[in-house]
């Protein structure tokens, strides 16, 4: 399977698209568009590909993709369970930047917005981590008039660049699709690694999934993703550990275990490496968290 190029369709004569998705799960293929996304998650939990970054995405972030940035959502294995009620709910303005108009970006009002816009080339995102009057104004979305959509659109791009908390996703920036035969060799690699990540995965295995040579491989992944094999297998155990150290009841060694680690020892340094914390500090800060 090819990742898809989405043409993503404008109702009536509108110069943007309002998408409410409320379903089992979200749409599980990497993919990427000529429009920008706004996207505010309601409901659901997962991994989020957006570029080269792989990260947690949960209820309450509002991100920003660039166009053409390859994202995919990814949810938990529980949202694929026969009996599961679990289920996803997300709002979605989809907009070309020249919807506003050389002129209209290029006003001193509107200069903060026009650089945003140039950010979202690497993927942006805002954790509000609860509802708040924005939020609320962007579930009314269906229900607003065109203009009052498009003036939540422009509230919602503005409180953006005023949060401090606004994070740039990926390290690369996307302005224009790859050839489909990448898109189609990273959609694979990502699906291989994030089913697999639990058993032992070779540099070999990954090259066969990709068609490649372990050495044209390495060149590949370093070329879309800025990161080595071991890189991105480590970013995804790590992440599932966060998750299983967040919600679940194992301890630290079932969990370095169950995510595909040989010793615990080896977890502590890499779980330390990339979250500045060792697995046990980092359940202590999420306990604190939740007092």
Known sequence: MKALLFRVPTVDDRSFRVQIDSEKHFYQRLHFH????????????????????????????????????????????????????????????????????????????????????????????????????????????????????????????????????????????YRRPNKPVDHQRLENVFNFILTNYANTVTLDDVANVANLTPHAFCRFLRMHTRKTFSQLLNEVRVEHACRLLRDSTQSVSQIAFGCGYANLSNFNRQFKQLMNLTPREYLKSVSELGK
Request: with cysteine; proline share 4%; net charge negative.
């Open 34 to 173: 000529p429009e920008l996304q706004l996207t505010l998650i309601k409901e659901g939990t997962g991994t989020l590909v957006a570029g080269d970054c792989i990260d947690r995405f949960q209820p309450y972030d509002l991100l920003l993709l660039g166009a053409n940035v390859p994202h995919v959502l990814l949810n938990d294995s529980e949202y694929f369970e026969l009996d599961s009620s679990r289920r996803v709910v997300a709002y979605s303005f989809f907009f070309n930047e020249a919807m506003l108009g050389e002129l209209f970006l290029k006003s001193p009002e509107l200069i903060h917005i026009a650089d945003l816009l140039r950010e979202a080339t690497h993927g942006v995102r805002l954790r509000y981590g609860e509802p708040n009057a924005l939020t609320q104004q962007f579930e009314k979305i269906s229900k607003l008039r065109p203009f009052e959509q498009l003036m939540t659109l422009l509230t919602t791009l503005d409180s953006l660049t005023l949060s401090s908390d606004c994070e740039r996703l990926s390290g690369t920036a």
